[in-house]
């Protein structure tokens, strides 16, 4: 499957983003997936999986009831809603899809870049 991430850009703080992953290749139900960023530095983090059929999902705690994951396979898309964002947002975002819920992940977007201004 390949994966292309859209929808990042630079926002003030305090604003939102939703960040889309288009699924090509072989259907986005047959995975499940999730998103992860990296800030400049800094190593790769978890931010939010959700199983196949979008009725599990998990987000980091650093984010948690400001970011929604959700997926729509009829579109083969993934989402990431991204409300009331924070500086320390700021990273390079990237989906993967994968076996198993809890990773690893086998298959990775090229990431799209969300900065957020103070």
């Known amino acids: 499957v390949q994966l292309q991430a859209s929808g990042g850009g630079l926002v003030q703080a305090g604003g939102s983003l939703r960040l889309s992953c288009a699924a090509s290749g072989r259907t986005a139900s047959s995975y499940v997936m999730g998103w992860f960023r990296q800030a400049p530095g800094k190593e790769r983090e978890f931010v939010a999986r959700?199983?196949?059929?979008?009725?599990?999902?998990a987000v980091a705690d650093s984010v948690r009831g400001r970011f929604t994951i959700s997926r729509d396979n009829a579109r083969n898309t993934l989402y990431l809603q991204m409300n009331s964002l924070k500086p320390e947002d700021t990273a390079v975002y990237y989906c993967?899809?994968?076996?198993?819920?809890?990773?690893?992940?086998?298959?990775w977007g090229q990431g799209t870049q969300v900065t957020v201004s103070s």
């Open positions: 959700i199983n196949r059929s979008g009725g599990l999902s």
């Open positions: 993967a899809a994968g076996s198993n819920y809890a990773g690893p992940y086998d298959y």
